[in-house]
């Protein structure tokens, strides 16, 4: 009997060997291609020092990374489908489950071939690498570690994408959809993380999505995670994960081949009671999708959303249904998207009325230690006050605040903005973001973020933004008191290309203590104009320390200082810069940009009547103050350098036109 069973046994490997052996083979021809052939054909060209070896990361991921990421999720999945094609065939299936051997022994034999057929050309490409490493002087590249590395973590993550495969072989009856339902489960997590927060975004004011999302949520993605392999490697909990989920997805694959039925072949869901969790699913998650493109496309306008979600459901819910029952004739079955309908209703009326009171969650002021206000929440987690890297550290603005009267009026903002729900939502004006991140002294976190017309709130903004602290933390330029190791001050002029070097240490003194000057003397009016700053300004030390701010047109005493000596021209766009200016009347009184696109005014603008074309210094110089880059305007004016003609659009507030473009038009 036991040489029977072996027999079979030893039958099925040479069968599941002719049938899927050629993805063995085929996935060593890559790997030597994608590593071993790329490695020589770089070295024989180039000799040592060719770029894919003095990249930043040494690993050998890094070479051909994106095909070895496509291998590592094309092969597994391949492999888990021919191995257990049998399985979606009633026939085969009825034949394979007829012979003299349990299930499990089955399972364990087609896993146990899988894994091995993977395995085998990740050792071989291991060996081939060592070799080359023993003959070639690429030390760190070809290391024992770096290739024992790489052989490693390529087979755990073979094993987990194929054990996966496996296991959502075992839920369908149909290859195909075994395809698609391996890679949405792999995307599931990090997927409906993002359409979960995105949506409610639509419901809870002051949730932000962009927080959470922050938060590493594309390493749910292993796609993403086995890209960052070249610069770092698995952490242990991470390791740990992924383990768990392979010995999950094996024993549930295992406890569902027992019990899987033979009928269930060709069958979309192979076990009954997940049929309605994969309809309600498919459901939910296209609800999801259709919100999100409506709220995204129509500026969060309620009505659209929630015929996005009802259009997206429908299609979703009847999708599913005509999957499962492999017909088109599905649309009588709606009484389970009436179900549906009614659970959906009662959870967004519960959503809506915030229960659990997330929108005025807000803390005392006695229990915050430090508050974060911005425009974003994307600098939350920035701890450290410098930015480095290989070539330079930037010392840049911080955004969280300590002293007790910023967090009294940051608060208070952010009471305001509670209280005012009802009118920020129903607000059709400009917008910006405003965000604030409460650091408690008990360690805990509250992050709320709004999107508000900003002008109606500028008497809040004020006192925060005129605070001395408020001005420190975002002019890192103000931190500096000594100077003398400061290799070189620079204003560079973006409109132009002009540059302006200052190297004396009088000077770079003189032009420090009055751009302190300024910045402490700035209102918050002129800390918030859209004019164009003069000159963007960089301070650079001899240790690759830098700090960026700029010269503003407010900024007069630089101005006369920079005259005084001579610089002005080399520092600024000036009228002897410009060969002439173009205006025209923005009647529609439409966005400028959408202006400019609509009308084409960058090729059509010189060709028009309807302009006016200035070629005095004087009123050159006049624009030159008063224009900025807003996006509202009545006049726009297009500014021709001599060094491009491309034109610079600017344009004037309201209360600032130069009265010679007033007569004119």
């Not at 960052?228 to 991470?238: A, D, M, N």
């Not at 009928?263 to 049929?275: M, S, V, W």
């Amino acid at each position: 009997m036991l040489s029977k069973t072996f027999s079979f046994n030893r039958g099925i490997m040479i069968q599941d060997l002719r049938s899927v052996g050629w993805v063995g083979i085929a996935y060593f021809l890559c790997l030597l291609f994608a590593l071993p052939l790329q490695i020589l054909m770089a070295y024989s060209r180039d000799g040592h020092y060719h770029h894919i070896f003095v990249k930043d990361s040494t690993s050998l991921f890094a070479i051909s990374n994106a095909f070895q990421v496509f291998l590592l999720f094309l092969m597994p999945v391949l492999l888990s489908i021919f191995i257990f094609r049998y399985m979606q065939v009633k026939l085969s299936s009825d034949y394979m489950h007829s012979l003299p051997i349990k299930r499990e022994a089955i399972y364990h034999l087609h896993v146990i071939l899988g894994v091995l057929i993977l395995l085998v050309p990740v050792l071989l490409t291991g060996f081939v690498l060592l070799i080359l490493g023993s003959v070639m002087p690429l030390q760190e590249l070809l290391s024992f570690q770096a290739i024992v590395e790489w052989v490693a973590w390529t087979s755990f993550f073979n094993i987990f994408v194929f054990i996966a495969g496996v296991f959502v072989a075992m839920l369908t009856g149909m290859s195909v959809l075994q395809g698609a339902l391996i890679y949405i489960m792999l995307l599931f997590p990090a997927g409906i993380s993002i359409l979960v927060l995105m949506n409610l975004q639509f419901s809870l004011y002051g949730l932000s999505a962009d927080y959470y999302l922050n938060k590493n949520v594309e390493r749910l993605i292993p796609f993403v995670r086995v890209n960052e392999l070249t610069h770092t490697s698995l952490t242990v909990l991470e390791f740990i994960g992924y383990l768990l989920f392979i010995i999950f997805f094996y024993l549930c694959s295992l406890w569902m081949y027992r019990n899987r039925n033979v009928e269930a072949a060709t069958q979309a869901i192979a076990f009954r009671p997940l049929q309605p969790i994969f309809k309600y699913g498919v459901t939910f998650c296209t609800m999801l999708v259709g919100g999100l493109y409506f709220g995204a496309t129509t500026n969060d306008a309620p009505g659209w959303i929630v015929f996005g979600y009802v259009t997206a459901s429908i299609i979703g819910y009847f999708l599913a249904v005509m999957i499962l029952e492999k017909s088109w004739r599905v649309f009588t079955k709606w009484k389970g998207y009436a179900i549906y309908t009614v659970f959906i209703i009662i959870f967004g009326f519960f959503v809506q009325m915030d229960v659990i009171g997330f929108e005025k969650n807000i803390p005392n002021v006695d229990d915050v230690h430090q508050v974060y206000f911005a425009d974003t929440v994307h600098f939350l987690d920035d701890n450290e006050e410098r930015y480095v890297d290989d070539y330079e550290r930037e010392i840049r603005p911080s955004y969280f605040y300590k002293d007790e009267s910023n967090i009294i009026n940051i608060h208070s903002f952010h009471e305001q903005l509670i209280a005012d729900k009802p009118f920020i939502r129903a607000n059709n004006e400009e917008t910006r973001l405003v965000a604030f991140g409460y650091e408690l002294k008990n360690g805990e976190r509250l992050v709320r973020q709004y999107r508000i017309p900003a002008e109606q709130y500028e008497s809040l903004y004020k006192p925060i933004v005129e605070s001395q602290e408020y001005k420190q933390n975002q002019n890192p330029v103000l931190a500096v008191d000594d100077i003398s190791q400061l290799d070189r001050i620079a204003l560079n002029v973006p409109q132009g290309g002009k540059r302006l070097v200052l190297t004396d240490p009088d000077e770079m003194n003189e032009f420090h203590q009055l751009l302190q000057s300024e910045i402490e003397e700035e209102s918050y009016e002129e800390s918030h104009e859209y004019r164009a700053p003069w000159a963007e300004v960089e301070y650079l030390w001899t240790n690759n320390k830098r700090i960026r701010s700029q010269w503003k047109k407010s900024y007069v005493q630089i101005e006369e200082w920079l005259d005084q000596k001579g610089l002005l021209d080399q520092a600024r766009m000036t009228a002897d810069d410009i060969a002439y200016a173009i205006v025209i009347k923005n009647d529609d009184h439409s966005s400028v940009y959408e202006y400019i696109h609509e009308n084409n005014l960058d090729h059509t603008l010189e060709s028009r009547d309807d302009t006016l074309r200035i070629n005095d210094a004087k009123q050159l110089e006049q624009m030159l103050r008063t224009s900025n880059w807003s996006s509202q305007g009545t006049y726009i004016v297009a500014f021709y350098y001599h060094q491009h003609m491309y034109p610079d659009f600017q344009t004037f507030p309201d209360d600032e036109v130069p009265d010679f473009i007033k007569e004119q038009f």
